[in-house]
């Protein structure tokens, strides 16, 4: 089946701090989906992005389908971005689930 | 703007129960999913359900869960007997066509 790997898999920033998180994934997709787990266990949808790039407020994400992965930017983060990034791709019908990166922002 | 909801948050359960966790997705939506996390790692799949029949299941549904389509409003999953390792954080999703928008989850404990 499909694998899906992030980097890195723990990311520890300060506030105002860029980053950049990588979904890499081993075979061609349909879609693919961004999302953002916060402290509370809840997945919010951050972008559906299976190609090209998208921006919203702070964050984008690129999709280079032909090449088999995905970038997650967050500018100027801020301590309630901290939580557990996800990106996920859709395999016939399901969606698989990347590994995940850890971020944590703080003060 | 519409959104899943899932209840109940939290089940605690004792071994060998039987649990039904209930979800309401998306009004319009047409495609249903269940998915779950065991603590600290990731989302896996368990089943999707599209026009009254599951269109895909993974090994993990096998025959002691169930789901089920009851109303036109509510989508169900049954956990027939509980075991120590089925604990989880259980999500519903729906979607459209797209994108698949998830529910806040529930929290499923098995003592």
């Known amino acids: 089946g499909i694998q899906v790997e992030q980097s890195p898999p723990d990311l520890i920033l300060q506030e105002g701090a860029n980053s950049t998180l990588r979904c890499n994934f081993s075979d061609s997709v349909n879609n693919l989906q961004w999302f953002h787990q916060n402290p509370w266990g809840q997945l919010i949808n951050l972008f559906y992005i299976p190609s090209g790039t998208k921006q919203n407020g702070r964050l984008s994400a690129t999709t280079v389908a032909t090449e088999r992965y995905s970038l997650l930017y967050i500018s100027s983060s801020q301590t309630t971005d901290s939580g557990v990034y996800f990106c996920a791709v859709v395999n016939t019908d399901k969606l698989i689930f990347g590994t995940g990166t850890r971020l944590q922002v703080f003060p | 703007e519409p959104e899943v909801t899932q209840t109940p948050s939290h089940q605690v359960t004792q071994m060998g129960q039987e649990v039904i966790l209930r979800c309401v997705p998306i009004?319009?939506?047409?495609?249903f999913y269940w998915y779950r996390q065991i603590l600290g790692q990731k989302v896996e799949f368990l089943v999707s359900?599209?026009?009254?029949?599951?269109?895909?299941k993974s090994e993990i549904f096998d025959d002691q869960f169930s789901v089920e389509r009851p109303d036109g409003s509510n989508f169900t999953l049954k956990i027939r007997s509980t075991k120590l390792e089925d604990s989880a954080m259980y999500f519903c999703?729906?979607?459209?066509?797209?994108?698949?928008?998830f529910g806040p989850g529930t929290r499923l404990t098995v003592l």
């Open positions: 999703a729906s979607s459209g066509k797209d994108t698949q928008y």
């Open positions: 359900f599209y026009n009254n029949e599951i269109s895909e």
């Open positions: 009004s319009n939506h047409l495609y």
